[in-house]
């Protein structure tokens, strides 16, 4: 057991800095006022570039979509998995995965709303790449011809033929 008491801040602080995923929180008027190491890496941008600001990584034609999941949050709604097209600051599009949970002040109001992001554009990368080598895999099989043979059970040649693999 550590000789440092850790109060509820300081813990809160430290998993937010060690974070494997992107902790971000936007307050009432959209404005970030939490960025992570984690978002850092994930998006690109630098905390003191986007504290106070809007969040640069949501894509021009995403905007709509940002504000129908923003009023969802405002509505006290959480969030969970829900599944985003978002940008990093080199303009490179990511998928990200989104969870969100609303901060509330003592008389009950929302003040921020906290959302962990995970980027997830590696893993449906390698699901498209599998379903495409698959779906190559499938039409190889399909038009694969085999020679077919048969024997006498006393082992003198039957007969041959030709068949397509999805026949056989």
């Keep these: 057991m550590s000789d440092t008491p850790w109060n509820s801040s300081e813990m809160l602080r430290a998993i937010i800095q060690v974070s ?3 902790i971000v929180t936007l307050d009432t008027k959209d404005q970030i006022t939490t960025w992570n190491p984690a978002a850092e890496r994930v998006f690109g941008w630098r ?3 986007v504290l106070g600001q809007r969040p640069p990584f949501v ?3 995403q ?3 940002f504000l129908a999941i923003r009023e969802r949050e405002r509505a006290g709604e959480h969030l969970n998995g829900v599944e985003l097209r ?3 600051k080199d303009g490179t599009p990511i998928t990200v995965r989104l969870w969100t949970a609303p901060r509330r002040d003592i008389a009950g109001r929302i003040t ?3 959302g962990i992001f995970e980027d ?3 893993r449906r990368r390698a699901e498209a790449a599998l379903r495409e080598s698959e779906a190559q895999r499938d039409v190889v099989l399909q038009n694969v011809q085999v020679v077919l043979y048969r024997a006498q059970a006393s082992g003198v040649f039957a007969g041959c033929g030709l068949a397509r693999m999805s026949s056989v």
Aim: hydrophobic share 35%; charged share 45%.
């Design 20 to 22: 494997p995923l992107a």
């Design 47 to 49: 905390e003191a570039e």
């Design 59 to 61: 894509p021009d034609d």
């Design 63 to 65: 905007h709509a979509d």
């Design 86 to 88: 978002r940008q990093r």
């Design 112 to 114: 921020d709303v906290v």
């Design 120 to 122: 997830v554009t590696d």
